[in-house]
């Protein structure tokens, strides 16, 4: 089993900035992918952003340029800074965690952009 917890998000006003993070615990060694997703009221839940061990990332076209992931593989950390936010960045972001097959989630943060 893998535990994850997140930490950041909250409310911002667009323009604005925020931080991500998130801690892989447990049985997270070994080849890997961690990053985060996102659900909006109503929508499905999609890609943000993910990077593997190797440092290989893969971004949603939406945030390419505003966001940037960067991992500490000693630490099995995450992190995610997210400048120049929009309002339709506003949703839950989920931490992810994959392995082989599988994959688990955090508890999700809220991220609120909002004049």
């Known amino acids: 089993q893998v535990q994850l917890v997140e930490s950041g998000g909250g409310l911002v006003q667009p323009g604005g900035s925020l931080r991500l993070a998130c801690a892989a615990s447990?049985?997270?060694?070994?080849?890997?992918?961690i990053g985060w997703y996102r659900q909006a009221p109503g929508k499905q839940r999609e890609l943000v952003a993910t990077?593997?061990?190797?440092?290989?990332?893969n971004y949603n076209d939406s945030v390419k340029g505003r966001f940037t992931i960067s991992r500490d593989n000693a630490k099995n950390t995450v992190d995610l800074p997210m400048n120049s936010l929009k309002v339709e960045d506003t949703a839950v972001y989920y931490c992810?965690?994959?392995?082989?097959?599988?994959?688990?989630w955090g508890q999700g943060t809220q991220v609120t952009v909002s004049a």
């Open positions: 990077i593997t061990n190797g440092g290989s990332t």
């Open positions: 992810y965690f994959r392995r082989l097959i599988d994959i688990w």
């Open positions: 447990g049985s997270s060694r070994g080849l890997n992918t």
